[in-house]
């Protein structure tokens, strides 16, 4: 029956009623899938009982947007699973006066979840059709505060730099170096870093010219494309903000 529903929805809004079930399973997501297994921030507990994934994934998969897995948005990416962006997300210590740089918007769920725990959200994502989406559901959710890049994120985006805080979505074999340079001082840089088939989650917190090092356990991700990650043919070009 949910299913049919999530077919029949206009303009891709669902029914209230269907909106009322959709925020039961928002919130047992984030009981079971974040506060039990260890997400503390209540900032960041809050934005994600706040924000509707449902509405960042394909119609087809709403009924599963708070599951605990990644799914797939085209393009050969995915949304990664709740756990996994609480995890990144709390890493980056936020309290609300930061500016977050974002590389891989992809569905742009993420981009959401730092637009209600810091000030100003850079996202960057170089799959055009990703990236003009993402702008338009953020658009339809009201958020003010992000900026939606096209672009090589290896790079950063360095006339918007120095951030306090940089998290990457995607997989890269090391810490590109132009993201380290573009942290502020005690900034923080959440990246996956590892080969094509399995990473370790890292943090690196920059101490003047040093950036000291944390490792969170394993994880999976798509392979960072770009100058400074995995290469690939479309990571020629510049920076295009929508």
């Known amino acids: 029956m ?29 009981e079971h899938q974040l506060r039990r297994r260890g997400i503390r921030d209540e900032r960041v507990l809050s934005a994600f009982l706040k924000v509707p994934r449902h509405r960042f994934v394909r119609p087809q998969d709403r009924w599963q947007a708070y599951e605990d897995h990644p799914l797939p948005i085209g393009y050969g990416q995915t949304i990664s699973q709740p756990y996994i962006v609480a995890l990144m997300t709390e890493l980056l210590e936020l309290r609300g006066d930061e500016r977050v740089l974002e590389i891989g918007t992809g569905s742009g769920y993420q981009a959401a979840i730092l637009a209600e725990l810091a000030r100003e959200v850079i996202t960057v994502e170089r799959i055009p059709e990703l990236a003009h989406r993402a702008q338009q559901v953020l658009a339809e959710l009201g958020y003010t505060n992000v900026t939606v890049v096209v ?8 006339e918007h730099a120095p951030f306090d805080a940089i998290v990457v979505t995607a997989a890269a074999p090391h810490p590109p170096k132009p993201l380290l340079h573009q942290l502020k001082d005690g900034g923080r840089l959440v990246i996956p870093i590892g080969d094509r088939h399995i990473q370790e989650l890292v943090r690196f917190v920059r101490r003047g010219d040093e950036w000291q090092q944390e490792r969170y356990g394993p994880c999976l991700f798509v392979p960072l494309i770009g100058k400074e990650s995995w290469r690939g043919s479309d990571s020629e070009g510049g920076l295009e903000t929508l």
């Open 2 to 30: 949910e299913r049919w529903f999530a077919a029949r929805w206009d303009n891709g809004k669902p029914p209230k009623d269907v909106e009322t079930r959709l925020a039961q399973l928002r919130a047992a997501m984030v």
């Open 151 to 158: 672009g090589d994120g290896s790079l950063g985006v360095p």
